[in-house]
Every structure is written in C-alpha cells, then in structure tokens.
C-alpha cells in the first residue's frame, strides 16, 4: 500500500480562508449595524462609508483580486471549467460590487438616515450579507478544496509566491484594511452564522 502523503500547505488558500474570517466579521457587523445602530446613530453615514471602504477595498480589490487574477485562472489553466463553480464565484463578485454601489449612495446624503433610509439599509444589509455569507462557504468547502486536489504542488508554490508579492504591494494598506473590518466588527458585530449552512446555488457547486 502507497503510503498517503498530505499535500504541502498553501500559503495563499490559507490567507484567503483568514481573509474570510475578517470578512464574515464585518458582514456580521455591517447587519449589525443596520438592524440595531444606524437608525440612533447621528454618524450614520459616516459610519457606513467605513463599511464601504473596507468591502470596497479588503474584499473587492484585494481579496476578489487575488481570486480573480491568480487563484481562479490558475484552476481554469488546470482543467477546470470556467462555467464551474469559479463561473458562479465570479458572478456573485459582481453582484456584490453591484450592492455595494447602493450602500454608497446612501453615504452621500446629509444629516441622519431618514426611517425610509434605515429600512432601506436593512434591507440592502440582509442581501449583502446573505451573498457573502453563502459565497465564502462555498469556496471554503468547495472551491478550496478542488483547487488543492487540481493544482501541483508547483503550482501552488507559484500561486504563494505571487502572492507574497500582492500583499507586499498592498503593505500597510492591507493592514490597516483588516484592521478596520476588524475594528468595525468589535463595536457593531455579532458573531457569524456558522459555514455549514451552505446552501447549493451554485450549479456545479
Ligand atoms: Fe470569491
Ligand atoms: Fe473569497
């Protein structure tokens, strides 16, 4: 009997499952917030544009970018198909960034959310939060794990070092990104859904 040998970490799956974890924290803080705060809070928009900036850029520009640019082609290089899982990942990033758009709207009026406003939010936050809760359990429990079953072990050494250099490139940027998901999540959050609540969506998934 071939004895069974685990394949090497990686560097780069493991930094995107830590990145779920901040992301989940703020998703859970950003309903948080709209079901609880927004409507008390005379700093209701300035709060959310806090939101925005960090799911703006930790998760749409860094996160989704690392996924979009190196870990998604890498896989599609490996045979898998484009209208797989990747395909439905790639389309619930766009309708993510589509959401976002409309919480930024809401950050450039004057004065405290209106009662329309603030069930406006809750709204908006229930769906986002939804797409992003379903989303990272679906590439924690499915995307990740073919991507370690796919690639080489080579290639998974390649994908890592490209990402050390995504990350050096985001320096202290990234760091101070997190912090604030983090920090967001410490004054509005609660703690997330658990991950095994994973709904089949995605055709393929
Ligand atoms: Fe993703
Ligand atoms: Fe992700």
Redesign the pocket.
């Given at each position: 009997m071939e004895p069974v040998v685990d394949p090497p970490p990686s560097v780069l799956l493991g930094s995107?499952r830590r990145?779920?974890e901040t992301i989940l924290l703020a998703t859970g803080a950003l309903r948080s917030f709209a079901d609880r705060h927004a409507s008390r809070a005379p700093e209701a928009r300035k709060i959310l544009g806090y939101f925005v900036l960090f799911f703006r850029q930790f998760l749409d520009q860094w996160?989704?970018g690392i996924?979009e640019r190196l870990l998604f082609p890498a896989m599609v290089d490996a045979g898998v198909p484009e209208s797989g899982p990747m395909g439905c990942m790639l389309r619930e990033h766009d309708d993510g960034r589509l959401q976002l758009d409309a919480f930024a709207a809401m950050t450039s009026g004057v004065g405290p959310l209106s009662e329309r406003e603030v069930l406006v939010l809750r709204e908006l936050a229930g769906r986002y939060a939804q797409l992003l809760e379903h989303?990272?359990a679906v590439?924690n429990q499915t995307v990740f794990p073919l991507a370690r079953r796919v690639l080489l072990p080579e290639q998974l050494a390649a994908l890592d070092a490209s990402t050390d250099e995504v990350a050096a490139a985001w320096g202290q940027t990234g760091l101070d990104l997190q912090e604030l998901g983090e920090t967001l999540a410490g004054r509005f959050g609660v703690l997330p859904p658990l991950l095994g609540e994973e709904a089949a969506r995605c055709p393929g998934a």
């Open positions: 995107l990145q779920h996160h989704h996924e989303h990272v590439e």
